[in-house]
């Protein structure tokens, strides 16, 4: 409001119609009421500074400082909304350009000493939205783009040669800022991991991730980081997992595990960092008929006050494509160990496992039932050395007759989820 009434003091200093006196103004074809004038000082899209010299003197008067202050206050205030270009412009005789050069320069130096660099300096406050953050705004630094010309008034039209078509511009400096962002800032639209929507393959897993979806902030000036480098390591034998069986890690709940894999990345989010990050990266695995209809889902990592948990995330029946498959949507702080499992209660245990003598035996685990300690393994061996598994238990094993699975043609590259089925 300070500003507001200063600059409506030298407007009106300014209609006066004393020729000599610098002023503040709005560029505009028809008369502003004072309405209109005072919402057109609200972060203005352009907005004029009228100086005028002493005969014969280069340097602005001191006397003009204080509405010097009064646009600079304006135009790099860093919570203005508003980036402003600057046109510094002269407007001479042909037998005193170097004066008015001079004059020129002598603007261009108030405005560089202001921010002590050897040229116009703007902060301002951006407004931006991660999709770690949400909104959010940032600090950026720029060089304010400036033109600098000098006018001789004996070739301008007379049109050229007045300001809101009744204040000369004869021996004057007139300084224009005009809202223009992509000048000032350039079109930079933002940052963005991956840069477009992407399939990472392993042998059977695929990860599938839309742009943006590990790293996204819109409008924003800072560098991008390098490209993401992704890998998924694959533990879905059956044999192997069943040979060294252990629990999906939880402190309360019993969970099957019938393979995982484990997601690298070279970007990592940090789990306590984002507040808002969305459920955008989707991992697919093959699976049978027996283990959909077993309730199979995908587990992930996540992060609780009481600490790390697994827990199960979105999972849903892919439809179409030559391979049945399920899908786990997890997000970027979940790059870790992704689990293919099932939850099951402390009565449902020997519905999968078999009794086991010891902790020892191969595959045993510990399961801790009505508050007692018993151990249990997946597996027994039968007389002909082939593995056995309860009914319930080999459901939810991927078992298949032939490897010859067509896994890279059909519809498993889509990104739409129409129609896929919500595992429940």
């Known amino acids: 409001m300070k500003n507001i009434l200063v600059i409506c003091f030298y407007l009106l200093a300014l209609t006066a119609a004393t020729a000599q006196t610098s002023?503040?103004?709005?560029?505009?074809?028809?008369?502003?009421?004072?309405?209109?004038?005072?919402?057109?000082?609200?972060?203005?899209e352009t907005f004029c500074l009228l100086l005028h010299f002493d005969q014969g003197d280069s340097s602005y008067r001191e006397t003009d400082l204080d509405i010097l202050d009064s646009a600079y206050g304006i135009a790099f205030d860093r919570d203005n909304p508003r980036l402003y270009t600057m046109t510094i412009e002269a407007y001479g005789n042909g037998n005193n350009q170097l004066l008015m050069q001079k004059r020129v320069e002598s603007v261009y130096r108030y405005f560089t000493m202001r921010g002590h660099e050897v040229m116009?300096?703007?902060f301002a406050y951006n407004p931006i939205h991660c999709s770690c953050h949400g909104d959010t705004t940032e600090l950026i630094r720029f060089e304010v783009p400036t033109n600098r010309q000098v006018y001789d008034c004996d070739s301008l039209p007379p049109s050229r040669m007045m300001i809101n078509k009744d204040i000369e511009l004869r021996g004057t400096v007139l300084v224009t800022f005009h809202h223009n962002p992509i000048e000032c800032i350039g079109g930079n639209s933002g940052c963005f991991l991956p840069a477009q929507d992407s399939n990472i393959r392993a042998y059977y897993t695929q990860l599938i991730l839309k742009k943006g979806s590990i790293y996204a902030v819109y409008n924003t000036r800072d560098e991008c980081p390098p490209p993401v480098e992704l890998s998924i390591d694959e533990h879905l034998d059956y044999r192997q997992m069943v040979e060294h069986y252990a629990l999906v890690p939880h402190r309360r709940q019993i969970i099957l595990p019938v393979g995982y894999v484990v997601l690298h990345s070279s970007f990592n989010r940090k789990t306590d960092e984002c507040r808002n990050l969305s459920d955008s990266i989707y991992v697919r695995f093959p699976v049978t008929e027996e283990?959909?209809?077993?309730g199979l889902k995908v587990f992930a990592k996540k992060y609780t006050s009481k600490g790390p948990e697994f827990k199960s995330v979105p999972t849903k029946k892919i439809k179409g494509g030559p391979v049945l498959m399920i899908q786990g949507a997890i997000n970027a702080t979940q790059f870790d160990t992704i689990y293919l499992a099932k939850r099951i209660e402390p009565d449902e245990v020997q519905k999968y496992l078999y009794s086991a003598d010891s902790p020892?035996?191969?595959?045993?685990?510990?399961?801790?039932?009505?508050?007692?300690?018993?151990?249990?393994?997946?597996f027994r061996v039968d007389g002909k050395g082939q593995y056995e598994f309860?009914?319930?238990?080999?459901?939810?094993?991927?078992i298949?007759?032939?490897?010859?699975?067509d896994l890279d043609e059909g519809g498993t590259n889509r990104f739409r989820n129409d129609g896929d089925e919500e595992i429940e």
């Open 400 to 405: 298949v007759e032939t490897e010859e699975e």
């Open 120 to 122: 116009p300096v703007r």
């Open 291 to 294: 283990q959909v209809e077993a």
């Open 23 to 44: 002023a503040l103004i709005i560029p505009s074809d028809k008369p502003l009421k004072p309405r209109e004038l005072e919402k057109a000082w609200t972060y203005p």
């Open 390 to 398: 309860k009914k319930n238990f080999r459901a939810l094993l991927r």
């Open 360 to 378: 020892s035996e191969q595959g045993a685990v510990t399961i801790t039932v009505k508050g007692e300690e018993r151990y249990y393994k997946p």
